[in-house]
């Protein structure tokens, strides 16, 4: 166990609609990854953020949208939703933001959009 | 453009053997690398790493090896056993172009088999 939790662990929803992801991080980790896993695809960077803030952007489309609450957890945004988004969601957490091997990863949410 | 490869996406191997996974790069200023393991409905583990300043580093029955010439780099494996049977992700740190968020491969799907 990472220590990272990602809700809800599947997720099916219709092309169109819209959905958040959530994970909360490590306790004590101030920075947040989120990746994507699609089909015959390694894992893709999406963004980063650091105790609050957006510090690393990825090949993250411009219907998804991420933060970070006060909290530390994180939620990413999926909107007008498409068959070529189903994939698995992984988070990420460290503690500083600034060493790789430092991320410790989440069991994933599975996307499926239909 | 994939800047990180894995051209084998599975390798079978006999238990006791030695397991080679194999990871090819394009850009010569990724300057730091890191092995993950992923077992089913998980989130990837970090494995080990290498910083381009080492050809070699060895934590147990694993040993990365780094041939910065050749972009290449090698995760040995010995002797393997059929716990070892996952999906082996090499990624890249990009430092010279951002702050810890990992450029992954596709993976190679490593079995033994007893």
């Known amino acids: 166990d990472s220590g990272v939790t990602q809700t809800p662990k599947h997720l099916i929803t219709a092309t169109g609609q819209r959905v958040t992801l959530r994970c909360s991080p490590r306790?004590?980790?101030?920075?947040v990854y989120w990746y994507q896993q699609s089909l015959d695809q390694g894992l893709q960077f999406l963004i980063q953020?650091?105790?609050?803030?957006?510090?690393a952007k990825g090949n993250i489309l411009e219907r998804f949208s991420a933060q970070q609450f006060p909290d530390l957890h994180s939620e990413l945004n999926l909107s007008s939703l498409e068959l070529g988004d189903s994939a698995l969601y992984f988070c990420?957490?460290?503690?500083?933001?600034?060493?790789?091997?430092?991320?410790?990863f989440g069991p994933g949410t599975r996307l499926t959009v239909t | 453009d994939q800047q990180v490869k894995q051209n084998s996406p599975s390798l079978s191997v006999q238990e006791g053997r030695i397991s080679i996974l194999n990871c090819d790069y394009t850009?010569?200023?990724?300057?730091?690398f890191l092995w993950y393991k992923k077992y089913p409905a998980e989130g990837p583990t970090f494995l080990i790493s290498?910083?381009?300043?080492?050809d070699k580093n060895e934590d147990g029955r694993f040993t990365v090896f780094l041939n910065k010439s050749a972009k290449h780099l090698s995760l040995h494996i010995v002797p393997s056993q059929p716990g070892d049977s996952a999906v082996y992700f090499c990624?890249?740190?990009?430092?010279?172009?951002?702050?810890?968020?990992?450029?992954f491969g596709k993976g190679t799907k490593l079995s033994v088999k007893p």
């Open positions: 990420a957490s460290s503690e500083s933001g600034t060493l790789s091997y430092e991320q410790y």
């Open positions: 306790s004590g980790d101030l920075s």
């Open positions: 953020y650091y105790n609050g803030e957006e510090r």
């Open positions: 290498i910083s381009s300043i080492k």
């Open positions: 990624a890249a740190d990009p430092r010279g172009v951002s702050q810890g968020n990992l450029i």
């Open positions: 850009n010569s200023m990724f300057d730091y």
